[in-house]
């Protein structure tokens, strides 16, 4: 499919103001342009769930169905191993803007 197609969608009203807010921040070219961000994220999502979904089916077929036990287990593991990361309390300076 070439070029774009008009869309016509009813928004809550915070996503239509947070969208706002971006393109007034610079993070969006206009609503539009955020909006199919926002849509081509999702379709990325929720291909990585479908191939999930396939990669845990043929596991559990090769070596039975994850159990609770195991699940908890990989969660303790996986707690262990993160890096916590807590603000000093001090807001973080951003990066000043520059005009290309």
Known sequence: MSGKQRLSATVDPEL????????????AENVSAWVNEALARQVAHDRRMVALAAFIGDFEAEHGAITEGEMAAAARKAASRATVVRPTG??????RRTSA
């Open 16 to 27: 239509l103001v947070a969208a706002h807010k971006a393109v007034a921040a610079g993070r």
């Open 90 to 95: 001090k807001p973080a300076r951003r990066p």
